[in-house]
Structures are given as C-alpha cells and as structure tokens.
C-alpha cells in the first residue's frame, strides 16, 4: 500500500522586521500588528532578539502574517527575519534602516524599508575623538538600491510634535506604504483597542499616514542628504548690556565683516563662560593675528581661541547642570508632562587634579609638585559617585561650585591653562611669521583638547605632541600638510595608536 502524500500549503506569509531601540516602543508597534492582522482574520506570530543595550544594539524583531483559509492546517512560522526573505522592513533610526541592509533584509526584489531619517547616535559614534558619525549620504544610497521601496522622513520630529512616540508614527507610514492588505480604519481600531494613550498615537499615526503619502505611492529620500545639518553664526550686534555691547562695537570696527559671525559665536562663548573682562581679552588675543593679513589666520584664531578659552572644568561642569535651561531640556526630551516629578541621577568621577585645579595657583603648584599628596587627595576623592540633582541637597552643593567663577582667575587650573594657551599662540605666532599655512594648522590643531578630566588629559597628551613635531617640521615645505595628518591620525582612535605611526614616519625622516 502506497502511503498518500499531504498536500503543503504553499502560501506565502508575509514576513515583516523591525528594528528598533530601547525607549522607541518597538515592542508595542508589534503588539499592534500584530493585533491588526489577528483583527482582519490573519494568522499573526512575533518574536524578538533584544539589543545589548539602549544605543549599542537594537531589537530585532521578527512578526509573520499569513491569511486564515478554512480547513487549513495551522502553519509553522519562522522565528526569525532570513536575509532574501522579508517583505517589510521598519527602521525607527536611518543607521537601524543601514544596518537592515547590512544583515541582508531588504532586497529589491521585495522589500518594502520604511525608516525615520533622525540620527540617534551610536556609542562607538561617540566615543572616536574626531567626527565619527557614520555617513548618512551612504545610508540613502545603499537604500536606494536595496529596496524595492524607499519610505523616509523625520518620524522623531512628528513623534515630539504629537506628543507620542515613534511607534505610533511608523504604524501610520506602514498604514500609508499600503504593504499590509488591511484598510486604514483597521490600523486607528487597533490603536483605540489598546487603550493606552490614544489620543496622542492618533495624532502621530495620522501624521505617520501623510508622511509615507498614499497607498501605491513611492517616497524617494532627500536629494542631498548630510550628516549634520548647517550651522548658522550669531550675529555679531548689541542685546542691550552696555559692557557686551561696546566689545561688539570693538570687534566690529577691528575685524572684517566676514568673520564677524564667528567672532560673535566667540565671544558669546567667552563671555557666557566668565565675565566681560574675559571675552575683551579675548578679541586681544585674536587682534594680535589679524597683523599677518590673512583671513583664514585670523579666522582660525577666533574659532579656536575661544574654544581655549572656554575650557571644561568643574566649575563649568556644576554651572551646565545647575541652569534652568538643562531642566527644561530633559524634562522635554522625556516628553515629561508639568505636574509629574522628573528625578535626576549624575554620574560625577572627580579625580585629585579636578580637586587641586580649584585651590588657589599658588597652593595647587605647591601639591602638584608632591606625588604623595597628589595621590593621597586622589584616593578620598576618586570614586564613582552617583548624585541627585533633583534634591535640595546636591543642587545647593553644584549651584556654590559654580558660584566660584568669580575666583577662577586666581585657581591653580586657570593658571595651567594660560601657561598652556600662551605657548601655543606663541609658537602659531612666529610660524605666521614665516607660512601663515602652517599656522593655521598649528591652531585648528587646539581642537584635539576637549572634554573634562581623562577626556581631557588624552586630548592634551597628543595635542603637545603634535606642537612638538609642528616645531620640528618648521621651515619645511611640508610642514602644514604634515601637521594636518598628525591631527587626523590623532583623531583616529582614542588611545593614541594611529597618531603614534605617524610620528614614527616624521622621525624618520628628520634624523
């Protein structure tokens, strides 16, 4: 007897991935397809792999739809996305939608890739010293040639505009892509069926909808997208303090009117950061270039001077976490609404130099020059500290710490930076004197120190490095070119590694 051989549904679900991070409401977007399709009689499984964590790794999750037929015997669904084999992507981030490609989720054959274009970046963006923000332009691109369909605008902007989350927004663009067979009506069902903030996800959905156009309609990404936007200067005109306003009449009859926004975004800089007297002695210190006759000298001076200046330290720290401003930031970042409670938990790591940095010059010289003091300082204060905020307590301690402005001129900090700043505007000085390019290297170079305490001390390491090698390139065709590689390579990695190579290469060639 032959055995009779079943008869395979060979009906193909629609397989659908979404990616997104912590905080974004992915895992209820998936509630709600999956209760869209379970509505309209659809046979509907979900899984997910969660990310490490809330920017290192996103979510993936994984949901399957297959139409219910009488008599038909339950499927077996995939667990998981398969590269080749996905219908609809959701990115609720542009590098989320890149990373999509990557894994081999989206193809043109049949991938329909609906992505928000906000940027939320990643760790290993943050924490290159340079610019290590992945290219948006590439994304756009490898999208564009990847997917069937390219569905993209801003869904975080519509998300904070409406009050919602960006889940509500990516159900109304898969609502307007038109790649799900269920009719707008039964998306904004599923979304009252909820019962949780619908009002709002409403609102985000409908604006979702219009956003991905028309069922049958395809978006096409901005032509020549960036990875961040243009800044526009300030402009350099009185507000009203008479103090502020004469230095804006002094920059103003000294400099040209083509660095004239810099020079406001400067001052505005120093002066926020000190006093009045500070942002005059600023425009001394960029007046003394403007002699050479070179823009772009004169320009670097004003960018980077400030940027000296204007140096992070715990005072500066306890004055940004103390100002009304950064409240209402968090608080509308958080979507927080005005009667709840916000509560805020600081990570602060003091070491003894940020102690001593604070006494007065005289004294934080003296310690400075005692290892075994320095270490003794360094072992009460050094320890992770997580400190609210929000209390009464904490606020009171960071609000006197800033008060302290007034005494910075005198601490043993300031005085390190002066001695630091004169010596580098010294040697750009007398390299002007002789190639203004090279100068100019030697100054867009200050941009390798920033931060606050190990972040600082790194960034100062390879900067006196690269001033000691530009000394030694001096007189050399080459030296600005040379110098704008250290400054590259220093960039590069945060240990140090790349900048190294290349002064190994110098050295080699200056013996």
Request: with cysteine; aromatic share 6%; glycine share 10%.
């Amino acid at each position: 007897m032959i055995a009779q051989v079943p008869q395979l549904d060979t009906v193909k679900p629609i397989t659908i991935a979404v990616l997104a991070m912590g905080g974004q409401g992915g895992g209820v977007l998936v509630d709600w397809i999956v209760a869209l399709a379970e509505s309209q009689g659809w046979i509907a499984q979900s899984t997910s792999v969660p990310g490490v964590a809330q920017r290192t790794g996103a979510t993936i999750y994984s949901i399957e739809l297959i139409a219910a037929r009488a008599g038909m015997p339950y499927p077996v669904l995939s667990l998981m996305p398969v590269p080749g084999e996905v219908d609809i992507v959701l990115g609720a981030e542009l590098m989320e939608a890149g990373r999509a490609i990557q894994r081999g989720l989206v193809t043109p054959e049949r991938t329909t890739l609906l992505a928000s274009s906000h940027r939320s970046y990643a760790v290993r963006e943050k924490q290159v010293p340079g610019n290590g923000i992945g290219a948006a332009a590439a994304v756009y691109q490898a999208a564009g040639a990847a997917a069937k369909r390219f569905i993209v605008f801003d869904m975080a902007a519509i998300a904070d505009a409406t009050g919602s989350a960006i889940s509500a927004v990516m159900f109304g663009a898969l609502a307007g892509s038109g790649a799900l067979p269920f009719p707008r009506s039964a998306y904004e069902e599923t979304i009252r069926a909820a019962g949780v903030g619908v009002e709002p996800s409403l609102r985000a959905f409908r604006e979702g909808f219009d956003g991905a156009g028309e069922p049958g309609q395809t978006r096409s990404p901005p032509l020549a997208p960036n990875a961040t936007p243009d800044k526009r200067f300030p402009e350099l005109a009185p507000v009203g303090h008479p103090g502020y306003d004469a230095l804006v009449q002094r920059a103003r009859a000294i400099f040209p009117g083509e660095l004239h926004g810099m020079l406001a975004a400067g001052l505005q800089r120093v002066v926020d950061y000190q006093d009045i007297g500070y942002g005059a002695e600023y425009l001394d210190l960029v007046a003394s270039f403007e002699s050479f006759g070179s823009l772009a000298l004169t320009g670097a001076a004003a960018k980077y001077i400030a940027v000296a200046m204007a140096y992070d330290d715990v005072i500066r720290v306890a004055d940004l976490k103390t100002r009304s401003t950064r409240v209402e930031r968090i608080r509308r970042e958080i979507l927080a609404k005005p009667e709840q409670l916000v509560q805020l938990t600081e990570y602060m790591h003091p070491r003894a130099e940020e102690v001593v940095g604070v006494l007065p010059a005289a004294l934080g010289r003296w310690l400075e020059a005692r290892p075994r003091a320095i270490a003794a300082i360094d072992r009460i204060v050094n320890r992770g500290r997580r400190v609210r905020t929000d209390t009464l307590r904490w606020f009171l301690a960071l609000s006197v710490i800033a008060g302290l402005r007034r005494f910075r001129r005198g601490m043993w900090r300031h005085a390190q930076e002066i001695e630091h700043r004169d010596a580098w505007l010294a040697a750009a000085r007398a390299a002007a004197a002789i190639d203004p390019t090279l100068a100019v290297e030697i100054l867009q170079a200050r941009r390798l120190v920033k931060g606050y305490s190990d972040t600082h001390a790194r960034g100062q390491s390879k900067f006196d490095k690269v001033m000691a090698a530009a000394i030694r390139l001096q007189g050399r065709p080459d030296a600005a070119q040379w110098v704008q590689r250290l400054c590259r390579a220093a960039l590069a990695d945060e240990d140090g590694t790349a900048l190294d190579g290349a002064l190994a290469t110098i050295e080699s060639f200056l013996r």
